[in-house]
């Protein structure tokens, strides 16, 4: 394979396109091309395109296609973004209610960091910050970008119940659960945007390769719902 890209078999259904030895949590423009290319143009015979930090698995269908053909697609794509201009990704300001009820681990953060609750805030909200992927439950963002004088240790022992909407640090990484679920990142925030709607097109306000950025607001800004959503289209 050119372009200095591994491509090994996965399983009978599926080919893995590896980008990076290094499955280190960081954005690659290079992943995040790929993939979207492939997840909007669904071309033939590809099933499904789920990509990772550094990999892109590849599903179809092992009685109609061969791994070669599959392969060939491969190929193809790599050469159609490395000839195409890059445009300027989407930029998404989610507004965020930090601390108190809805950010239960701020201060917690702050103590490991060394830094007093509204220095956390400030150093979160004015991070930009690059979708790696989606993963964990539908429309969970892994943000790449997090300033590491805030980054911290997930929790010993998860929640039973992470409240949609919360913004939270796990490790050097920062997400927003998009559903009430279990979970085990350091809550700092929550936001009143929904990430997941299955009954909005495309269910997922997110996608690879957006930045977002966080905005503090009050609890009376954070009460009156998703309307202090800003977008930017590239």
Not at 100 to 115: C, F, Q, T
Not at 120 to 141: E, K, M, N
Not at 176 to 203: E, H, K
Request: hydrophobic fraction near 35%; glycine fraction near 10%; charged fraction near 25%.
């Amino acid at each position: 394979m050119s372009h200095g890209i591994r491509v090994q078999r996965a399983s009978d259904q599926s080919l893995l396109v590896m980008f990076d030895q290094s499955p280190s949590p960081r954005f690659r423009p290079q992943v995040a091309r790929f993939a979207r290319t492939l997840i909007e143009k669904r071309p033939q015979p590809l099933l499904d395109a789920i990509p990772a930090y550094a990999t892109v698995l590849l599903i179809f269908d092992p009685r109609t296609t061969r791994f070669r053909e599959v392969e060939e697609l491969v190929e193809r794509t790599l050469e159609e973004i490395d000839g195409a201009p890059e445009l300027a990704p989407r930029e998404i300001i989610i507004p965020v209610s930090y601390g108190d009820r809805y950010g239960p681990d701020l201060e917690d953060v702050g103590r490991i960091n060394g830094l007093a609750p509204e220095e956390v805030i400030r150093i979160h909200s004015r991070g930009s910050y690059r979708v790696c992927f989606l993963g964990f439950s539908p429309g969970f963002p892994y943000l790449d970008g997090l300033d590491p004088a805030i980054a911290t240790p997930r929790l010993s022992t998860p929640r039973t119940h992470v409240p949609a909407g919360s913004v939270a640090i796990g490790g050097t990484q920062t997400g927003i659960y998009p559903l009430d679920s279990p979970g085990g990142w350091r809550i700092i925030g929550r936001t009143a945007v929904r990430l997941f709607d299955s009954s909005r097109g495309p269910a997922t306000l997110l996608d690879i390769g957006d930045v977002v950025r966080f905005r503090a607001v009050n609890q009376v800004e954070h009460a009156r719902g998703s309307n202090g959503l800003e977008q930017s289209a590239g």
